[in-house]
């Protein structure tokens, strides 16, 4: 059986989006290349939830690490590139509630090599990435979600920012990083923090 249809994790996810083993195989049997196989779940994944329009998201961040190939399936693809202080990034990491336990360097590492390649893919297709500050958006979820829109080349309608819940960013990184380790983060991040305006 192919890791498609026999990992868990993937499982729970079609569950969650409401798409049984039986649609999936279907799926995946008719699906002739990557792109056709994420528009046919996509279509799926709406019927099954009533959802009406034609744009999607996905908010997975290993994304970053397929943004090459995403961009080659869609042509005019547009990116968000939403991003923490990497004090509260490192900290997430090396607590492993979401991701597997990373070590201090391992985590810094983490964070250095996504910035790095939203920053040659920004410098290379310009006008197809959005830095969104999560920060930001949580402080004026309204105002970023204009800006948001306007991106992505959508009205932005009267109402905006009804019903949204946000929460502060948190910064866990105060109980849960030494001084010692917020001194090494920002020693070996510096300029890569500053850009993104973080000191």
Same mark, same amino acid.
């Given at each position: 059986?192919?890791?498609?249809?026999?990992?868990?994790?993937?499982?729970? =996810?079609? =569950?969650?989006?409401?798409?049984?083993?039986?649609?999936?195989?279907?799926?995946?049997?008719?699906?002739?290349?990557?792109?056709?196989?994420?528009?046919?779940?996509?279509?799926?994944?709406?019927?099954?939830?009533?959802?009406?329009?034609?744009?999607?998201?996905?908010?997975?961040?290993?994304?970053?690490?397929?943004?090459?190939?995403?961009?080659?399936?869609?042509?005019?693809?547009?990116?968000?590139?939403? =991003?923490?202080?990497?004090?509260?990034?490192?900290?997430?990491?090396?607590?492993?509630?979401?991701?597997?336990?990373?070590?201090?360097?391992?985590?810094?590492?983490?964070?250095?090599?996504?910035?790095?390649?939203?920053?040659?893919?920004?410098?290379?297709?310009?006008?197809?990435?959005?830095?969104?500050?999560?920060?930001?958006?949580?402080?004026?979820?309204?105002?970023?979600?204009?800006?948001?829109?306007?991106?992505?080349?959508?009205?932005?309608?009267?109402?905006?920012?009804?019903?949204?819940?946000? =929460?502060?960013?948190?910064?866990?990184?105060?109980?849960?990083?030494?001084?010692?380790?917020?001194?090494?983060?920002?020693?070996?991040?510096?300029?890569?923090?500053?850009?993104?305006?973080?000191?």
């Amino acid at each position: 059986m192919r890791i498609q249809e026999s990992n868990g994790t993937l499982k729970q =996810h079609r =569950h969650m989006d409401g798409i049984g083993d039986h649609e999936y195989a279907e799926i995946l049997s008719k699906a002739t290349s990557r792109r056709d196989l994420q528009d046919r779940y996509a279509e799926f994944f709406l019927e099954a939830n009533g959802v009406e329009g034609k744009r999607w998201f996905d908010k997975t961040p290993q994304n970053v690490y397929g943004m090459l190939l995403l961009s080659a399936m869609y042509p005019g693809v547009k990116f968000l590139h939403i =991003h923490r202080h990497p004090f509260n990034v490192v900290a997430s990491l090396k607590a492993g509630k979401v991701m597997a336990r990373h070590s201090l360097l391992g985590a810094i590492n983490t964070w250095l090599e996504a910035i790095a390649i939203v920053q040659q893919f920004e410098s290379a297709w310009p006008g197809q990435l959005l830095n969104v500050s999560y920060e930001r958006l949580t402080q004026d979820p309204q105002g970023e979600m204009a800006r948001i829109l306007t991106f992505l080349g959508e009205e932005t309608p009267d109402e905006i920012g009804t019903g949204i819940r946000v =929460h502060a960013e948190k910064n866990k990184y105060l109980k849960q990083l030494t001084a010692e380790e917020v001194a090494a983060i920002r020693d070996l991040l510096g300029d890569r923090m500053s850009r993104y305006g973080y000191e």
